[in-house]
């Protein structure tokens, strides 16, 4: 079993940044990827990016150059630094682990992108 927990999620202005974490902890030992998604009320979730375990990293077009995914592999951690934020950007964000070929989940962090 691997729990995924998301922090970093807040109010932030248009234009500005933010930096979501994701902890994953349990029995496992190694997470071959690590991603994040979105999801709007109503609308599926949306696949942002994923980071394999040697660092190699893989964008949706609409973040691209945006947001960057990164990860400590000693603290079981992915990063996703959010840059020019829009208020189309506001949604839940949700980590995404795989282990041996299993998904989880975390409980989602909300971020809302608002004057």
């Known amino acids: 079993q691997v729990q995924l927990v998301e922090s970093g999620g807040g109010l932030v202005q248009p234009g500005g940044s933010l930096r979501l974490s994701c902890a994953a902890s349990g029995s496992f030992f190694s997470i071959n990827v690590m991603g994040w998604y979105r999801q709007v009320p109503g609308k599926q979730r949306d696949f942002l990016g994923i980071?394999?375990?040697?660092?190699?990293?893989n964008y949706a077009d609409s973040v691209k150059g945006r947001f960057t995914i990164s990860r400590d592999n000693a603290k079981n951690t992915v990063y996703l630094l959010m840059n020019s934020l829009k208020p189309e950007d506001t949604a839940v964000y949700y980590c995404?682990?795989?282990?041996?070929?299993?998904?989880?989940w975390g409980q989602g962090t909300r971020v809302t992108v608002s004057s």
């Open positions: 980071i394999k375990s040697d660092g190699s990293t």
């Open positions: 995404q682990a795989v282990v041996r070929e299993t998904v989880y």
